[in-house]
């Protein structure tokens, strides 16, 4: 069945807002997706029904329980995971960045080393900078190339070494939409004996995570990025998350998540997963007849995200197009279409001469269109574009909620900043 946003959009309550009677363009998506109405009733339904601490004997502490293990399983489902036991719930991806970069740093030795990169969102930089502080580990960091803001790999593997203990890289650039090659990255550090932290956060909306795949040996992700609320999941490979030390309470139920989690959360994140999967099952290549179940589950998440990314990808050409004919306006990052499909998200950040991306974006707000400003916590690419003192980058952030009209519309907009 042909991909139809309309019929989607229906399902996400936010999108029928209005300002100055005209309905709201979201292109805001990379700092926060809207959600969908199922998303909304769970936690709703969590606080009405299920709303208990862990391990009672009682039926709301049963149910809330419940939810958490199934809930468990379909983020294992999401990223491709062996087993639920796998996934750990957190605050979100900086907050369990920060937590297991302690156990992780715990297992090395001084003089250990740490590779970064320069494209990196600080969520996947200080904290493994941090650690390498308290532990007298080395840290280098992989430059990027400014033309087509890519990582440099021949770079990437000149700065690594015997030494080179992790290799800490985003799956996507939630700046400049830079789609990193994971795979090949993981197959070089394994080579050194290394392991491979995937920042997963900008890349999960967009397309289908498969941790065995890209052979990683972490990979965590904010839900709130993809159509959930605010809450992480850290994916960890059993056999590497058996050899890290613990920093928790002692009756902790689990090595690596401190404290009572965010369980209604956890159940908004359930539901987020139900709806992609009902995605995959209307627009995409599964069965909507065939039952419900783990691996049907996975089937159906790729088929979704499969046909969202190409949705998406038909998006962004037709607004990258729009904007190389808008005169004063400098879109950073890949251009080339035939690199769109392996190398790039929906993500497009521009430079607009003679206009601060703050007030462009101002400008857009006034408009009703929504489009964040400023490095995105990408602090160190803004930096080495030179662009940090003016005031960073517009990003327009495009998911499959969007629509073509909308697009239309915010180069119209952007036409009239430029002018």
Request: one cysteine or more.
């Amino acid at each position: 069945m042909t991909f139809d946003a309309e019929a989607l959009r229906a399902e996400f309550p936010a999108l029928a807002l209005e300002q100055d009677g005209r309905p709201v363009v979201f292109l805001d998506g990379p700092g926060g997706t809207q959600v969908p109405q199922r998303v909304i009733d769970a936690v709703s339904d969590y606080f009405r029904l299920s709303n208990a601490n862990e391990g009672g004997v009682f039926a709301t502490s049963q149910r809330s329980d419940a939810i958490v293990t199934r809930t468990r399983q379909a983020v294992a489902d999401f990223y491709g995971a062996d087993s639920p036991a796998e996934i750990k719930f957190g605050y979100n991806m900086t907050t369990l960045t920060f937590h297991i970069s302690r156990s992780i740093a715990a297992s090395f030795q001084p003089g250990d080393e740490i590779l970064l990169t320069t494209l990196d969102h600080e969520a996947n930089v200080s904290p493994w900078q941090a650690a390498a502080r308290d532990h007298g580990l080395v840290v280098r960091t992989v430059d990027v190339k400014p033309d087509d803001c890519t990582l440099d790999l021949a770079d990437l593997e000149a700065k690594l070494s015997p030494r080179t203990r992790l290799v800490a890289v985003g799956y996507a650039s939630n700046a400049v939409g830079t789609i990193n090659p994971v795979r090949e990255i993981g197959e070089r550090a394994h080579a050194v004996g290394a392991w491979l932290y995937v920042d997963a956060v900008h890349y999960a909306p967009h397309g289908l995570i498969d941790v065995k795949a890209i052979d990683a040996d972490f990979l965590v992700s904010t839900a709130y990025k993809w159509f959930a609320p605010h809450i992480g999941a850290l994916w960890g490979r059993a056999s590497v998350l058996a050899t890290l030390p613990h920093y928790k309470v002692r009756p902790a139920h689990d090595d690596f998540e401190t404290g009572t989690p965010n369980l209604e959360g956890v159940a908004g994140v359930g539901a987020a997963i139900d709806y992609l999967e009902s995605v995959g099952r209307r627009f995409g290549s599964a069965d909507s007849s065939a039952p419900t179940g783990q691996a049907d589950r996975r089937r159906a998440l790729t088929a979704a995200m499969t046909a969202i990314r190409q949705y998406e990808l038909t998006l962004a050409e037709r607004l990258i197009s729009g904007l190389e004919g808008i005169p004063n306006v400098r879109i950073w990052g890949i251009t080339d279409r035939a690199r769109f499909a392996a190398e790039r998200a929906p993500t497009i950040s521009v430079t607009i001469a003679g206009v601060s991306a703050h007030d462009a974006a101002k400008r857009l707000s006034d408009q009703g269109i929504f489009a964040w400003d400023g490095d995105f916590h990408a602090r160190a690419l803004v930096e080495r574009l030179g662009l940090l003192e003016s005031g960073g980058l517009l990003r327009l952030g495009i998911l499959h909620y969007n629509t073509a009209a909308e697009i239309d519309r915010t180069l119209e907009a952007m036409e009239s900043i430029a002018a």
